[in-house]
């Protein structure tokens, strides 16, 4: 399969979906979150799905409710727009990595075979893994590993990569874990390179600036009553979605107005982050760390 979907009824008994409703689903991956959505829609309803890898755009219904978008979900307003759609009653977002992404070692996303060191969702963006590698400064790399991958040797890993590509550039996936060397903790490795490659793939492909520019987005696409529902795969994505719940936005106390009341554009529907079933793990091992939060769009006073 292309993907399996995580959390699949939780995720889309999230949204409420109403028979005649709009919905857009910014991860369309296999396609399997989408399709429960279009079970769920009556006739006149209507999805809107993107996606900006084209291997995606391959696992496409043949459903006249449907339209398939090839886009980064950055800029899903402009896309609605174009097909003349103002606002929405529910969004949905998978933030996870494909299991075909993880199963096709070319796309570079895995550790475990020998790969090319790329990474890129847009297999037509400019800037690759090998690239980020082998011309960011220490100090640089430094910084991304520490924030992105939350790695606490952050430094001498930074720095035994620049000394390994001082004698030869890092192409793949094996040059990289020959130059991390001792970093790669005994007994742990698994865990540590999945942190790694984790920083990388961030960077890669902005993912924590495409999804505050999702969240943003959110707050003017969704109707008043309209619902929110994303799942997480790491803290960094799930801290972030948390804090613009409750705050209506990224840092800082929520904003108030001149009379001291607090202005809120969501409303948590759940209290506590719904996680998979022992089951749903059981079966589909990757769904092990993802998380769901659901949110509510509140009337504007």
Known sequence: MYHIPVLLQE?????MVRPGGTYLDVTYGGGG???????RLGPEGRLFAMDQDPEALKNEEADPRLVL???NFRFLSNFLRYHGVEQIHGLFADLGVSSHHFDVPGRGFTFQAEAPLDMRMNPN????????LNEYTEERLFALFAEYGEIENARSLAAKIVKFRQDTSLKTNLDLIAAAGNCVPRFAEHKYLA?????????VNGELINLRALLEQAVKVLLPGGRLSIITYHSLE?????QFVRQGQFQGEAEKDIYGRVRLPFRAMNSRVITPSATEIASNPRARSAKLRVAERN???
């Open 299 to 301: 009337k504007e006073e």
């Open 125 to 132: 963006a400019r800037q690759k893994a090998s690239q980020i």
């Open 33 to 39: 979150h989408s399709r429960e959505i279009l079970r």
């Open 11 to 15: 995720g889309i008994d999230g949204l």
């Open 69 to 71: 978008i090839r886009g």
């Open 238 to 242: 799930d801290r972030m979605v948390k």
């Open 195 to 203: 942190r790694v490659f984790q920083a990388l793939r961030i960077e």
